[in-house]
């Protein structure tokens, strides 16, 4: 089963990557052959080689991503899948794969306080990408001042007419709700988007006091869990994990994946 999935996004992804330049086509379908072949680790040089030549190509990265899991390397599968998450949220097949490959890490979380903010972005603001919460805005504005403009109408006639003024009618409550509604959570979108986040991509590492393995340890963190990235210095990165503690990390533990670079 597991087999039959992965194969099935190479092969969907390989029909999208036609319109590719000669020498993007030509390292992506080595992947996709070597990947459908069993040769893992030479399809993951293939797809590396499609990435470095387009950065932005979401099936190179997810074939990519997938290669690396049958290769053994569950963290950097996913975090090279949270990278595709960041550029388009509405990539639907990159969504599937993140949920499965996910779905196999050993230590899913560590322990930490519940944010409601950090709840409502794994539920709201990740799965949706910002141009979907911007059209929304815009639509919930037209029908907002549509409606109010057609209130105000109705209680000038009601003047004239020296009739009672009209009362809220519920659509216009509700446009004008799902208006502030949409306003915020646009805004939150926005502001998550400024936000550098990255993805360990080592099975298990410890976070020190200080940038330097000499400090104090103070936790332990797992492959594919996601951080906040604070500030670099030297080799090494300040991180946070939501809800817990801060410390220092090796930089070639952690790959960038959303937000800004704060360095």
């Not at 194969?7 to 000669?22: D, G, H, M, R, V």
């Not at 080689?49 to 599968?77: W, Y």
């Not at 490959?101 to 603001?125: A, C, D, G, N, T």
């Not at 409606?147 to 007419?161: G, N, P, Q, T, V």
Request: aromatic share 12%; proline share 6%; net charge positive.
């Amino acid at each position: 089963m597991k087999r039959l999935f992965l194969i099935l996004c190479i092969s969907i992804f390989s029909l999208s990557a036609q319109s590719a330049e000669p020498s993007f086509q030509d390292s992506f379908q080595k992947g996709v052959s070597f990947y459908r072949s069993g040769y893992f680790q030479k399809a993951v040089e293939a797809f590396a080689q499609s990435v470095e030549i387009n950065p932005h190509s979401l099936p190179a990265i997810t074939n990519l991503a997938l290669a690396h899991f049958q290769t053994g390397n569950a963290p950097l599968a996913i975090a090279l899948l949270r990278r595709v998450q960041g550029l388009d949220p509405d990539f639907p097949t990159a969504q599937a794969a993140m949920s499965f490959v996910f779905s196999q890490l050993k230590v899913k979380e560590i322990p930490h306080e519940i944010l409601l903010y950090e709840q409502l972005r794994q539920s709201v603001l990740v799965p949706v990408s910002f141009n979907i919460y911007f059209g929304l805005l815009a639509l919930f504005l037209l029908a907002a001042g549509w409606s109010l403009i057609s209130y105000f109408a109705r209680r000038k006639a009601a003047e004239k007419a020296e009739l009672a003024p009209p009362s809220l009618s519920w659509t216009m409550v509700f446009f004008a709700a799902g208006f502030l509604i949409v306003t915020a959570l646009t805004i939150l979108k926005a502001y998550d988007l400024t936000q550098p986040r990255g993805t360990i991509i080592a099975e298990k590492i410890s976070v020190f006091s200080g940038p330097s393995p000499d400090t104090v340890n103070l936790f332990e963190i797992y492959g594919g869990l996601e951080v906040r990235l604070l500030r670099k210095q030297d080799s090494w990165i300040q991180v946070s994990y939501p809800g817990a503690a801060s410390g220092w990390i090796e930089s070639s533990q952690v790959m960038h994946t959303s937000g800004r670079l704060p360095w």
